[in-house]
């Protein structure tokens, strides 16, 4: 026995050595200055939003004779020109050799960086070479010049609607104004209660307005109002107003109520000019419709919306983000999945049991996520989706990177916050908050 145990160690000392030396062997012929040339596709690149799903920029290299069959993974990281790359967006490419980026990924990544839409600016672009466990070669220097667009529109107006009928009472802030394409025309569109609504200026009351019969004063009446989800049209040149019932929904089989509805509800995104849901669905088949009724609905197939078109189909029952162009110059959906993402906890208003505070997404950058104005107060919260336990997130240096179940997020003082998730590098996600 002694003579077995004693032959089983030296094998076992021999393949450790075997092992080592192989390790040692492939350190020795490693060629140190066999790093990634980088080439891109154009030393400059001009973006423009008509063109966001076509191909803008490819970073390749040919791969460098290392000395011996390494298996290299490589990183492209990109950052403003003169970075240290500290900040840099980082994209793991395996072992592949290549990276094409969309216009509209590449036009994120750099407003990301801080360049500025409509003005050329200069980007660093490197490769890193990972060999092993702890040997990691970088490329030189690519440079790109880059004009990004701004991908999202400006509809602000100075202009809101207050009163006991809105959300926020008559203190505010009030419910928003957005600019159509009428000059002298604007828009809200708001779920109200039974109550009085006015139209102010800057949420003060030195300029405002109130009325009756779709005509307008400076101090006039206030507008009385019954609960429901209408759009609101305000024009302070010709000094006067409409208030419709209006809401655009979801229905079918695939929803939660059917056919028979009552539809769920799509909300206005006034930085794309579209309106979107994120909602459960069934296999099955879905349309969207305008006031629960069938009076003015869509359907459609690869993106296009048809008045009266065919049902959209849902082939898998999860979670859904259904974004509609609904302008008769647009007419397109795309219907994707998507994670709930929320808010829970003893800081959040409805605690551990939740509901969560629900982030919406950002439809101007694939993987951003933003909650507004949430009320927290002393005490811990963490991200989770879907209102479930499965797929939740921490932070467990207290320092803004989120790991999958990681420790509870510390609220210090309670307050007003404002709260963005970024998961647009899903490997390494962050969260920024920020109190109000």
Known sequence: ?????????????????????????????LDFSAVPVVSVSAPTVVLTKDNADKDA????????????NAAANYTIMIDKKGGDFSKAATFPVGTGLSKTFKASELNS???????????????DVKVMSALGGRTVLSSALASVKATPYLDRLDLSSPWGLVGSATANGWDGPDQPF??????SVFVAYVKLVDGDVKIRQDNKWDT??????????????????????????????????????????VVGD???????????????DPSTDQWFALLPLKVGDIKIRQNNDWAVNYGGTAGKLVAGGDNVKIATAGTYLVVADLKPT????????????????????????????????????DGVWTLTGVKLKVGEMKVRADNKWDTNYGDDGANGSLELNGANIKVAAAGTYDITLDFTNANAPKIAIAKK
């Open 208 to 249: 405002n307005y109130g009325g009756s019969g779709g005509k307008l004063s400076l101090n006039g009446d206030n507008l009385k109002v019954t609960a429901g989800t209408y759009k609101v049209t305000f024009n302070p040149t010709a000094l006067t107003y409409a208030i419709e019932k209006f809401s655009w929904g």
């Open 330 to 365: 647009g007419l397109k959906y795309t219907v994707t999945p998507a994670k709930a993402w929320g808010l829970v906890g003893d800081a959040t208003p409805n605690g551990w049991d939740g509901p969560d505070q629900a982030f919406r997404p950002d439809l101007t950058k």
């Open 57 to 68: 920029l490819t970073i390749s290299w040919p791969k460098p004779n290392y000395g011996y």
């Open 178 to 183: 957005y600019k159509t394409e009428t000059p």
């Open 254 to 268: 695939a929803t939660l109520n059917g056919w028979n509805g009552p539809d769920q509800n799509l909300t206005y």
């Open 109 to 123: 990544l750099l407003l990301g960086l801080g360049l500025t839409p409509a003005t050329a600016g200069d980007v």
């Open 1 to 29: 026995m002694k003579s077995l145990l004693k032959s089983f160690l030296v094998a076992a000392s021999a393949l450790l050595a075997f092992t080592a030396c192989q390790k040692e062997e492939e350190r020795l012929l």
